[in-house]
């Protein structure tokens, strides 16, 4: 039985990646709360082979192609204190262009014919085998602050199966499949989902595993 709002630790160990799309537009440097590092860009050579060591390693747990990407794009580290425990890549997405709608057909949704300009989409989304269980609500909620930020209001995602069931019964959060279809893609099967992460951020007293937004302080944007 699952209870409400539990956080299935031994579900998410299981999910070495997700894939998504997200309407926004740019990328804080830094998130600190009380002191303490939330996520960060990559900027130069050293935070560039923490992101790959990590998306690779997850992807490789799992036997899944490895899809390095030379698009340019906005990468984050998820932090666990000052330590890289995840990563985050946000890349433009042109409807009917983008190699995700082969695998399912996001550009016939209205909710992105209605805002074309203000997709992106979110891959390289991993978190480390031992961290998983810990830190799948902190990058979560590090995207949902990102999302209410930026005015996000979807993200579009490739989901793994487990994730998603976790992200509707567990985390409770409003998703529309794009399609029934589960289309095997880079070695696994995935959920085409819309998630209404505008709902998050709008009702936050809805979500007890948001961390409230005044334990983050103020969000800055400053060089590392």
Known sequence: MILKNQLLDNDFRKIPFIRMIVMGRTVP????????????????????????????????????????????????????????????????????????????????SILLRESPDAVMEVDKVA???????????????AMTLFAEQEGIRYFVSLLDPVFYRALKVSFRIPIDCVSEDR??????????????????YGNKERYPWLVPSHEFGQTEKVAI
């Open 183 to 200: 289309p095997y893609y880079k070695g696994a099967r995935v959920v085409p989902a819309i998630l209404h992460v505008h709902d998050v």
């Open 127 to 141: 978190i480390l085998k031992a961290h998983r269980g810990k830190h799948i609500g902190k990058m979560l909620t």
């Open 29 to 108: 440097t830094i998130m600190r709360r009380e002191g303490f590092l939330m996520y960060k860009r990559v900027i130069g050579p050293q935070d560039q082979s923490q992101f790959d060591s990590i998306w690779q390693e997850a992807w490789l747990e799992k036997g899944f192609e490895l899809e390095p990407s030379n698009e340019e794009s906005h990468r984050l580290l998820i932090l666990d204190d000052e330590t890289a425990v995840g990563t985050v890549e946000f890349k433009r997405y042109i409807p009917g262009y983008a190699s995700i709608d082969q695998v399912a057909p996001f550009q016939a």
